[in-house]
């Protein structure tokens, strides 16, 4: 059965980690089909990438491409540079602003925390200071 695609003589670069290698991509659909040195068989579309890069694809993690999208709904730019996947600037705030209000909320739940005891270090004080530098209970025993 061909193969979709069929890229010759490309490093790839899988993402995983390990070192870029000498192989050949098979595609079939939408799909990887086959990745290694030499492949065999036929393709309905050969592309030879020798001396070229080979790699699934690249996730922008810092995009504004969400403001063009009604003038290049196919994000050619993005596509041509080899982008897949794209968080954009869009779910970039939200997810920012829910962990700020988070952040806030936890800095004012310390903050009252922290006033709380602040009041009733000081009306402990106060109690020590109106019974003449006793503490109340050594106050009440006199």
Not at 50 to 78: N, Q, T, W
Request: proline share 5%; charged share 20%; with cysteine.
């Amino acid at each position: 059965m061909p193969w979709s695609l069929l890229i010759r003589n490309g490093t790839v670069v899988d993402g995983s980690g390990a070192p870029a290698r000498d192989a050949d991509v098979a595609v079939e659909g939408d799909r990887i089909a086959a990745v290694g040195p030499g492949l065999a068989g036929e393709a309905e579309r050969v592309i030879d990438a020798r001396g070229l890069m080979v790699a699934p694809g690249f996730i922008d993690i810092h995009s504004h491409s969400d403001l063009v999208y009604d003038k290049c709904p196919s994000a050619e730019s993005k596509v041509r540079q080899g982008v897949t996947p794209a968080v954009n600037a869009v779910a970039v705030v939200l997810v920012v602003t829910t962990v700020a209000i988070a952040i806030a909320a936890e800095i004012r739940r310390r903050n009252a925390a922290s006033r709380a005891m602040e009041a009733a270090r000081l009306a402990q004080q106060a109690d020590v200071e109106m019974a003449g530098g006793l503490r109340p209970q050594e106050a009440a025993a006199q």
